[in-house]
């Protein structure tokens, strides 16, 4: 029998190549107000919710003099008109994993800190959201990853408990979270190169989502 029922896509970084634009934008944005960011930087923050994102922020720079609620939203406001002027970038092997799923009835949810006027539209924009059971987004929950909370509402949503839950994730924030959460959880990389808390936390690491098909291949059967 199953022990893994339901799989939990995190989005940027999972199913979208958005992490890089982001780290790009905030890199490129804060140059512009006479401040260093680089992807190291970022890569410290990302996976959290815009205000998880400024709070972390401002304890790395430890500046008062910066605005990071202003440059966030100046930030936002052009990756959103750079990302609804073409195609958005999807990851290797969403589509693949998706049809594995489906045809092995798994249900499908999707937990991601990015709110959800803007992550719905993106999902249904490059056909992935029909394909899901329930979403949950960053602006439907109080707390933050690595707070758990985003993940177990996803796995209420469909019924689920967390260890029958598969949770895919690439940042630090939310392998911690579902860890916290006790979810199963198996690290996708992009940005971030898995850390020791990452590999302690999570059952399998792969650069891609045939990783994860061939994980339950031989794991859940």
């Known amino acids: 029998m199953k022990k893994i029922k339901g799989v939990i896509f995190d989005v940027d970084g999972v199913i979208f190549d958005t992490e890089r634009i982001s780290s790009e934008f905030w890199t ?4 512009k ?33 910066i605005d990071f609620r202003a440059i966030s939203k100046e930030k936002v406001a052009d990756m ?27 249900k499908r949810a999707v937990a991601t800190s990015t709110r959800k006027e803007r992550a ?11 394909h899901m059971h329930a979403f949950m987004y960053g602006d439907e929950v109080t707390h933050s990853k690595p707070n758990p909370e985003i993940f177990l509402r996803a796995a209420e949503k469909i019924n689920l408990k967390p260890e029958e839950c598969l949770v895919i994730e690439d940042s630090p924030a939310g392998v911690e979270a579902a860890s916290r959460g006790g979810f199963v959880c198996i690290n996708v990389v992009d940005m971030k190169q898995p850390t020791e808390e990452m ?9 891609d989502l045939f990783g994860v098909i061939d994980w339950l291949e031989e794991n859940n059967k």
Do not use: C, W
Not at 28 to 31: F, G, L, S
Not at 199 to 207: E, F, G, P, Q, S
């Open 80 to 106: 959103v008109e750079y990302l609804d002027t073409g195609d958005i970038p999807v990851k290797t092997g969403v589509f693949e994993i998706i049809d594995y799923l489906e045809k092995n009835d798994y």
């Open 28 to 31: 490129k944005t804060m140059k």
């Open 199 to 207: 590999k302690r936390d999570t059952v399998a690491i792969y650069d």
């Open 120 to 130: 719905k539209k993106r999902l249904e924009k490059e056909g992935i959201y029909k």
């Open 33 to 65: 107000h006479g401040y260093h960011m680089d992807n190291e930087i970022y890569s410290q923050v990302m996976g959290r919710n815009a205000e998880g994102v400024i709070s972390g922020l401002e304890e790395i720079y430890k500046d008062p003099n």
